[in-house]
């Protein structure tokens, strides 16, 4: 299972391996408070696609759009972590405030569709 937690929250147990996928490390966190196995910057939407999208929720559907597109140039970034979601759970962590328009979010489901179906 891939599940996404924003970085601002309280952590409780870790489910599964961890990793931040967001290309700017988020502000106020220490980096030893966040139970990370990874930093996945690169997996991260490039600067001028956050910058296009800015949380607008209504170019929403266009990022996810452009998003893919970058993810399916680049499967070297997210097949590690595909392969992690095949062997247990692992957590997305994001920093966006909107918790319904990130970039975790749109990797979560691009992840999912390439998960075999039970």
Same mark, same amino acid.
């Given at each position: 299972?891939?599940?996404?937690?924003? %970085?601002?929250?309280? &952590?409780? &147990?870790? #489910?599964?391996?961890g990793y931040l %996928?967001?290309? *700017?490390w988020p502000r106020g966190v220490r980096k030893e408070? *966040?139970? *990370? #196995?990874? @930093?996945l910057r690169d997996i991260a939407p490039t600067n001028e696609l956050r910058r296009w999208f800015g949380h607008d929720p209504a170019r @929403?559907?266009?990022?996810?759009r452009r998003y893919r597109a970058e993810l399916d140039a680049h499967p070297e970034t997210w097949q590690p972590l595909l392969e992690a979601a095949r062997r247990g759970d692992v957590t997305l962590y994001y920093s966006a405030r909107d918790t319904e328009h990130n970039n975790a979010l749109a990797l979560k489901e691009y992840l999912e569709g390439k998960l075999p179906r039970h």
């Open positions: 299972m891939i599940r996404v937690k924003r %970085v601002y929250e309280p &952590h409780g &147990h870790p #489910d599964g391996p %996928v967001e290309r *700017l408070s *966040l139970p *990370l #196995d990874g @930093w @929403w559907e266009e990022f996810q």
